[in-house]
T-cell receptor
Framework: GAGVSQSPSNKVTEKGKDVELRCDPI?????LYWYRQSLGQGLEFLIY????????KSGLPSDRFSAERTGGSVSTLTIQRTQQEDSAVYLC??????????FGPGTRLLVL | GNSVTQMEGPVTLSEEAFLTINCTYT??????LFWYVQYPGEGLQLLLK?????DKGSNKGFEATYRKETTSFHLEKGSVQVSDSAVYFC???????????FGTGTRLKVLA
């Protein structure tokens, strides 16, 4: 496809369960970003990949959050032992350079 | 640190009214500036951008001019339509960094 895709589009889970969120960037985009959009918190940066490396993970809110990227393409964001405060929309973006980022539709996560 | 300040919403206008959404920024160096739009239930879409002072970004009747002297990037449209109802985000990025700094978003509602 032409754009960034994310799956699942919606995820409902129980507190304490682990979840995996997937992002497929635009082909040829070397940079990949994860953001979180929470009610009342706006958009916050989580992590950035250049190729398969993550130079900066400082936006990850706790050690329950981790992310990886393989083959310079698909990325997975994993949240372990989910908490209700993890409920948010998780957005993925990709770019060729540091300027324009192209966003996916997001995964809406609800932790009960 | 870098930051973006947007006017508080929601903004409610009648169709064909003039729109201004204010955005000011604080940044070291010379940032690139962006407006993204998020339609209900969708991801972020790039609306327009400007990469240097006095540049004007434009798209779909929207315009914004990069004003270095006032550190502003206000979004304008001469005649809004119901279909413009969405949340608008101002953002910046600076050379050598990789993450966007977003404003809190401004919700626009256009009434027929």
């Amino acid at each position: 496809g032409a754009g960034v895709s994310q799956s699942p589009s919606n995820k409902v889970t129980e507190k304490g369960k682990d979840v995996e969120l997937r992002c497929d960037p635009i082909s040829g985009h070397t940079a990949l970003y994860w953001y979180r959009q929470s009610l009342g918190q706006g958009l916050e940066f989580l992590i950035y990949f250049q190729g398969n490396s993550a130079p900066d993970k400082s936006g990850l809110p706790s050690d329950r959050f981790s992310a990886e990227r393989t083959g310079g393409s698909v990325s997975t964001l994993t949240i372990q032992r989910t908490q209700q405060e993890d409920s948010a929309v998780y957005l993925c973006a990709s770019s060729v350079n540091w300027e324009t980022q192209y966003f996916g539709p997001g995964t809406r996560l609800l932790v009960l | 640190g870098n930051s973006v300040t947007q006017m508080e919403g929601p903004v409610t206008l009648s169709e064909e009214a003039f729109l201004t959404i204010n955005c000011t920024y604080t940044a070291t160096g010379y940032p690139s500036l962006f407006w993204y739009v998020q339609y209900p239930g969708e991801g972020l879409q790039l609306l327009l951008k400007a990469t240097k002072a006095d540049d004007k970004g434009s798209n779909k009747g929207f315009e914004a001019t990069y004003r270095k002297e006032t550190t502003s990037f206000h979004l304008e449209k001469g005649s809004v339509q119901v279909s413009d109802s969405a949340v608008y985000f101002c953002a910046l990025s600076t050379s050598g960094t990789y993450k966007y700094i977003f404003g809190t978003g401004t919700r626009l509602k256009v009434l027929a």
